[in-house]
């Protein structure tokens, strides 16, 4: 069974930078898609960005490209996003999920999901 757990979440200051980082255990992650989610109060689940494990391929939602990174670790079997130039409308839960095959920018596509971290962004 896929597991994986969010960490690196926080409190930060509009225009601060945050990584978060997404352990992931339970087995060979050849041909996963891996991906961030975030959910902000009574709104609907949304891509962030999206890594294939094999190639490193990037996948980017059009609101993050150049404030968001996603990047992995195959050996310590983690993936980070880092998050630049913060702004108040990226508070959100941030999740992070699995699926094996190949990348889709739908919450629906993913079977495997973290618990979430929160990100918080002061004005």
């Known amino acids: 069974q896929v597991q994986l757990v969010e960490s690196g979440g926080g409190l930060v200051q509009a225009g601060d930078s945050l990584r978060l980082s997404c352990l992931v255990s339970?087995?060979?992650?050849?041909?996963?898609?891996m991906a961030w989610f975030r959910q902000a109060p009574g709104k609907e689940r949304e891509f962030v960005s999206a890594?294939?494990?094999?190639?490193?391929?990037?996948y980017y939602a059009e609101s993050m490209k150049g404030r968001a990174t996603i990047s992995r670790d195959n050996i310590r079997n983690i993936f980070h996003l880092q998050l630049d130039s913060l702004k108040p409308e990226d508070t959100a839960v941030y999740y992070c999920?699995?699926?094996?095959?190949?990348?889709?920018?739908?919450?629906?596509?993913?079977?495997?999901w973290g618990r979430g971290t929160q990100v918080t962004v002061s004005s």
């Open positions: 339970g087995g060979s992650f050849s041909g996963y898609a």
């Open positions: 999920a699995a699926h094996l095959g190949y990348y889709g920018g739908s919450s629906f596509l993913y079977d495997y």
């Open positions: 890594i294939l494990w094999n190639s490193g391929t990037t």
